[in-house]
């Protein structure tokens, strides 16, 4: 049975015993930040069994891909070395919440495995296991089922701690939790290793190939089992381990998905053996980085990117051991689309991109791939024993972007081992730099531990008579006099805090006889921090206020606050749904946009996105503005950040014609699109792989930008004599000549060496059987020197010749041997001694050399020890 057909069969299994068939969800759990990726058919489902959420349906059957390749589950060291190991693996799995438990989950399971209708696999090939003390289980299994006694293997706590056992599962340290029993293929008496529960039972003989967990108690902070109102059931079965059970092989990799993955990128990579170690990595490798970005994951050095990076970096490796020289392996993304485009359409919608991001990739590890390698094979020749120095680990991770792992990779290739110790102690030291770096003198953390909260008014109004709560000094709770830096809170406040990339207000605090500038606001827990100055009087606790925000600069914030939204929204739609927020900054003179994607955005893409903002500015729609909880937020299609943390109730601001942007925000905004104006790009670029960014103006300040941009096109209009009609063709015509005298400049240049590589022929000097040029050679440039230099050694046939020339209080130097004198004479030798001689430095091959010095005055000297240094050298 094939792969495509097995996990069609087990679906359709389900789906007739009433199970609903749920797609695979992201392999980017939005849902749980606990999770670096989606690793078990459960985790989808989790607020379902902990009965936070009813999806309406109390059985469900999935195909759910997963990845372990970081964090807590960590498989990627293990991948190509093993027989099952991968960084991808899909799940096929089927659910109870709070509907059937442990004897009809038995059932559908040996059913299934076993029926003749099914999968028909022997019964004497399978061994099943209990958790120790859970009795129905196993009289389920002996009495109903049929198994015998001694194919039911009772595991108990063989993990150091009460319920701490290979069956006995939990969510976490509290919550839902139970025992499993879970079902294993004996491959049989030549396979080495013996069955669970026995000190060999970590050979390959029994493989487990289904798990059924029975959540039946709820574990409490002090380790009480109280049972659940409503036990369930999550079960797992790898679908590669089944395929190989069906298929009758004892290797993941020998099943017909991986044989067709492995044949493809044999094709690519020149006929290699489809038995390579090195093959089965990249076989492996591309799942998961198709999948990884097909939902949205782009390479960058942290979370979720930097495993993704560590992965491709991985294939390339193993790739260019297996003799590739060029990008390879994004031309198998097509291969895995084929094979596994119709189970995940996302496969297809997403191939040009996932092709256009892996070959990135492979280009850029290229770039440093041969510089680290090298670095590394220097450091193994000279290393004393068998293990690689820790800061040599550290310096490839750093300097070059090797991962750990692929540092690891060729150590074991070699017989070496790493000293981990030392790149740990070489990574803290990294870190404490970092830290020292970015501290800064104001602490804006004064209010830390502050109690209560303040209500924020500043959505309806931009003013307030307001009480004060507190007011710090240096830290100190006391009054706050004329002159004095403190940090005030309100009860209530309209200042908007910095939150959301949006920065936060400014104004003024008033009172009879007292003002208190605010410079900031800032948050702290649930508290505004109003940091200013006192320009007079005197601030205390109790003392009411006249609260007034600058307004016109909180309008100007609010229009840059928009047009990210509507920013978004247009690079979503113009570059596509893999685009995601990285960061933004919104100030009043412009806003900032930093998003995930992997190379530049072309003129023509930012055009198209300007033309997009600015139609929707035109519609001038009315901004929405809805408080409710997430589940109706999802509804709208709202757009979340992940990793930020929302409370049960989330604001959802709808804009632009046909709800063109719905986010969730707490910022300050305009009520109409039309508010914003205009919306004009300012600049793009790239701010670290994978990530680009966008800044931009609006309102008056993209009328300001637009008037400036036509001021500098006037006045380099005028600078060419045209008009601005006429600019570029103007431009375009200087810029010809220019090329064009440019030319004609190198060409006189070069008879002007010529020439004057003919007069200082004759002026060489014997230095044992070698003729010597040294000279000085004014307003020649460096390529004028290297000129004449040649045309001298073509003329002189064995000889030496030193050129220099001067410039800006700086020397340029140049030295040349003809080839059958560098055995002698070595050019780059000699310009070590010429350049130290005048300050400066210099280098090069043994007929050729550069360099240069700050001490014009040394260089007549210099050039007369010339014919000495040759004498000394050839003697």
């Known amino acids: ?54 999806r309406g349906y109390s059985r469900a059957t999935s195909s759910q891909r997963c990845v372990r390749a970081g964090g807590k589950h960590n498989d990627l060291e293990n991948v190509g070395y093993t027989a099952r190991h991968h960084t991808f693996f899909e799940m096929l799995g089927n659910f109870s919440f709070g509907d059937y438990f442990k004897k009809e989950a038995i059932e559908y399971a040996w059913t299934f495995l076993t029926g003749q209708d099914w999968l028909g696999l022997p019964k004497d090939k399978l061994l099943v296991t209990v958790y120790a003390s859970d009795d129905e289980a196993y009289q389920i299994w002996n009495e109903q089922m049929g198994v015998p006694a001694d194919r039911i293997v009772r595991i108990g706590d063989n993990k150091g701690a009460p319920y701490a056992s290979d069956n006995f599962w939990q969510m976490g340290d509290t919550g839902p939790c139970g025992p499993c029993t879970e079902i294993f293929y ?45 036990p369930s059931v999550d079960t797992g079965m790898g679908l590669e381990r089944i395929t190989a059970v069906l298929q009758g092989v004892h290797s993941n990799y020998e099943i017909d998905l991986f044989q067709n993955l492995l044949k493809s990128a044999s094709e690519i990579l020149s006929g290699v053996d489809t038995k390579e170690a090195s093959l ?165 953390n004064v209010g830390a531990g502050l109690e209560g909260s303040t209500e924020f008014t500043g959505y309806e109004q931009i003013d307030g008579h307001e009480t004060i709560r507190t007011v710090l000094v240096n830290g100190d709770a006391k009054t706050a006099q004329a002159g004095d830096e403190a940090v005030v809170v309100l009860e209530r406040t309209p200042f908007y805090a910095e939150s959301g990339g949006q920065v936060g207000d400014v104004g003024l605090l008033t009172w009879s006889g007292g003002r208190f500038q605010v410079n900031d606001t800032r948050k702290e827990g649930k508290n505004h921090l109003h940091i200013g100055t006192v320009i007079e009087g005197e601030l205390f606790p109790g003392l009411e206020v006249d609260a007034r925000i600058d307004h016109a600069r909180r309008q100007s914030i609010a229009l840059n606050h928009s047009a990210t939204h509507l920013l978004h929204a247009a690079l979503r739609n113009i570059l596509g749904d893999h685009v995601t927020q990285k960061g933004s900054l919104v100030d009043a003179e412009r806003l900032r946009f930093d998003f995930s994607h992997f190379e530049p955005v072309t003129p023509e893409q930012l055009k198209a996105i300007e033309e997009q903002v600015n139609d929707q500015i035109l519609a001038n729609a009315p901004v929405g503005i809805e408080i409710t909880d997430m589940e109706q937020a999802k509804t709208k299609g709202a757009v979340a950040l992940f990793g930020e943390k929302y409370g049960d109730e989330v604001r959802v601001l709808s804009m632009g014609k046909d709800d063109f942007s719905v986010e969730l925000c707490g910022g300050t905004h305009v009520s109409r699109t039309g508010d914003i104006g205009a919306f004009r790009v300012t600049s793009e670029s790239g701010i670290s792989s994978g990530v680009r960014r966008i800044e931009a103006v609006t309102g008056k300040g993209a009328l300001a930008w637009m008037d400036e941009t036509e001021t500098r096109l006037r006045t380099v209009a005028g600078l060419v004599r045209g008009s601005r009609d006429s600019v570029i063709e103007k431009v375009e015509s200087t810029l010809e000549r220019n090329r064009q005298l440019e030319k004609e400049l190198e060409q006189l240049k070069a008879k002007l060496a010529s020439s004057a590589g003919s007069d200082l022929a ?13 000279s000085e050679l004014e307003g020649a440039d460096r390529k004028a020197l290297m000129d004449t230099a040649d045309q001298l050694k073509n003329k002189l046939g064995s000889a030496v010749v030193v050129l220099a020339s001067t410039e800006d209080g700086k020397v340029t130097l140049v030295a040349g041997v003809t080839k059958d004198a560098t055995g002698r004479v070595r050019a780059g030798d000699l310009m070590k001694k010429l350049a130290e001689a005048v300050d400066g430095k210099g280098g090069g091959r043994p007929d050729m050399a550069q360099g240069g010095g700050s001490n014009p005055a040394k260089l007549s000297e210099a050039l007369q020890q010339v014919a000495t240094w040759v004498h000394d050298a050839t003697s």
């Open 762 to 774: 004759g002026s060489a000097v014997d230095v044992n059987g070698l003729k010597v040029v040294a």
């Open 186 to 230: 004996d491959h049989g008496p030549e396979i080495p290793g013996g069955p669970p529960g026995t000190p060999e039972e970590d050979g390959d003989r029994f493989i487990e190939i289904w798990n059924v967990v029975f959540m039946q108690f709820n574990r409490t902070a002090d380790g009480d089992m109280q049972p659940l109102p409503k």
């Open 1 to 54: 049975m094939k792969t495509a057909v097995l996990r069609q069969t087990f679906l359709e299994y389900f789906q007739q015993r009433g199970h609903e068939i749920v797609p695979s969800s992201s392999l980017v759990p939005h849902d749980d930040p606990t999770l670096l990726f989606t690793n078990a058919g459960m985790n989808q489902f989790k607020d379902v069994f902990l009965g936070r959420e009813d």
């Open 280 to 444: 089965r990595v990249v076989a492996d490798h591309i799942r998961s980085c198709a999948f990884l970005i097909a939902d949205g994951v782009m390479p960058s050095n942290e979370g979720r990117g930097f495993v993704l990076r560590r992965i491709i970096r991985r294939a390339a490796r193993h790739g260019n051991k297996l003799g590739a020289r060029e990008p390879f392996f994004y031309k198998l993304t097509g291969a895995l689309v084929d094979l596994m485009g119709e189970a995940y359409p996302e496969l297809v919608r997403t191939r040009a991109q996932i092709e256009k991001v892996l070959l990135q990739e492979e280009e850029q590890f290229a770039r440093t791939l041969d510089k680290g390698l090298r670095l590394l094979e220097q450091d193994i020749a000279e290393l004393q024993g068998h293990e690689i120095p820790g800061q040599t680990i550290f310096t490839l991770y750093d300097t070059y972007g090797f991962p750990v792992d692929l540092t690891n990779d060729i150590a074991r290739e070699r017989g070496l081992s790493l000293d981990y110790e030392g790149y740990e102690k070489a990574m803290e030291a990294q870190r404490e730099r970092a830290r020292a770096a970015s501290k800064f003198g104001i602490d804006y």
